[in-house]
């Protein structure tokens, strides 16, 4: 595959000028892009329950997979022998990597985090790992993913002021370290872009400290980090609207771990391009439903003789072909397909989301189309 110089490039298609909110188009080697676009996680090489080819048949075009994960289990030389994630897993579009940070504080038993790096155990077998931006990238091209990330580091929330300004500035310092190895790694070959992260927890001056470091390094996308970590929504909003008229313009920017549909509908308003969340794989699993009147829970006793579709508006797989009650019959049985089936609709849910918002802005109509379905869905139970 010859990777023009152009490889990666954003093009913005149409503005809202009410809001700001953005459709626009990331032209990677491995496809198109457009956003707004919702990508789903795929942490172990997988979207779980799903198969690629279901993952294509509901309009997913970029999926995420994940650096910490792979790395301790296969083992990112394993996946690179299987020629790399797009070979071993058989996804031919795009992929983007996490760089591996967030991750060992959510997941590693212990961790020690210095400006060199962070010194974890493996939260499958204990065994010690150095973690640091030259390790990410060393990883994140095993895995062969077409959008990298920086090596970060998100405060946890709620944190000091003290703790969000440390990793501002380490993040500041990870981030050029990142940029060194990442070319260093590839040479001039430009077969994987790297994405810059913002940090700075709730305080909107260290967010502007964090993009003064961030955005001078030049990265061909940028992404909000230290949110959907536990702060309330507001904070996240404010957070977001501190950040509009700072990002490049002309760069797509990522909200990373967002979110539930109303939070998108709210992250696109606010100038976001792209976004990804374990909610709809995760909800699926335990049979909670998106619909746009809000969350569905298909275990409730009401939907036992419930012969209509979990969303009549939907046009996935488990929409048109079965009905509330089979859904929760197989939920209550444990049967293997309840789960795959709301997982392929919540997919659906959230990746038809962002089309019909991309249209909606194409349009001139994304203020109404933002009213009407927040008018109509209620973020809890519907
Ligand atoms: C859920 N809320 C949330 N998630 C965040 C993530 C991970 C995003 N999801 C990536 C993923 C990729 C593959 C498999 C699983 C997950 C972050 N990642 C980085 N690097 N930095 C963040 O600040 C940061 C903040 C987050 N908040
Ligand atoms: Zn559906």
Redesign the pocket.
């Known amino acids: 595959m010859n990777f023009p110089d152009t490889a990666f490039s954003f093009t913005l298609d149409a503005v809202c000028p009410v809001t700001g909110a953005r459709a626009g188009t990331l032209h990677t080697p491995r496809g198109d892009i457009q956003t707004p676009v919702f990508m789903p996680?795929?942490?172990q090489a997988t979207v779980k329950a799903m198969a690629p080819f279901e993952l294509e048949e509901m309009g997913a075009r970029i999926i995420?997979?994940?650096t910490y994960?792979l790395y301790l289990r296969p083992g990112a030389d394993i996946v690179a022998e299987g020629g790399g994630l797009h070979g071993f897993m058989q996804w031919k579009r795009p992929i983007?990597?996490?760089?591996?940070?967030?991750?060992v504080f959510s997941l590693s038993t212990l961790n020690r985090i210095s400006d060199e790096g962070v010194w974890c155990r493996s939260h499958h077998d204990g065994t010690p790992h150095v973690m640091n931006p030259e390790w990410s990238m060393s990883v994140q091209k095993q895995l062969g993913s077409d959008i990298a990330?920086?090596?970060?580091q998100?405060a946890p929330w709620p944190c000091s002021r003290e703790e969000a300004e440390g990793a501002v500035r380490r993040t500041a310092l990870w981030a050029a370290r990142s940029k060194e190895a990442h070319a260093r790694e590839w040479q001039g070959e430009r077969r994987q872009a790297l994405f810059g992260?913002v940090?700075g927890s709730v305080w909107e001056d260290l967010r502007l400290r964090s993009a003064k470091d961030i955005i001078p390094m030049d990265f061909p996308g940028y992404?909000v980090?230290?949110?959907?970590?536990g702060e309330p929504h507001g904070d996240m909003y404010r957070i977001l609207d501190s950040l509009k008229g700072v990002l490049p313009s002309g760069k797509p920017r990522y909200l990373?771990?967002?979110?539930r549909p109303d939070n998108l509908v709210e992250g696109v308003a606010r100038g976001i391009d792209m976004f990804?969340?374990?909610l709809p794989t995760r909800n699926g699993r335990n049979g909670t439903l998106f619909t746009p009147y809000g969350a569905v829970n298909i275990k409730k006793k009401q939907y036992e003789r419930d012969f209509t579709p979990v969303d009549p508006e939907c046009d996935c797989y488990a929409c048109r072909t079965f009905t509330r009650a089979y859904i929760r019959h197989l939920y209550r049985s444990g049967e293997i397909l309840a789960s795959r089936l709301c997982s392929w609709h919540n997919l659906r849910f959230l990746i038809r989301l962002g089309e019909e918002m991309r249209k909606a802005i194409l349009e001139g109509r994304f203020p109404e189309f933002r009213r009407a379905f927040l008018g109509r869905f209620s973020g809890g139970e519907a």
């Open positions: 996680v795929g942490t995420l997979a994940n994960h983007l990597t996490d760089s591996g940070g967030f991750q990330m920086c090596f970060d998100c992260i940090q992404a980090g230290g949110l959907s970590v990373m771990g967002v979110g990804d969340c374990v």
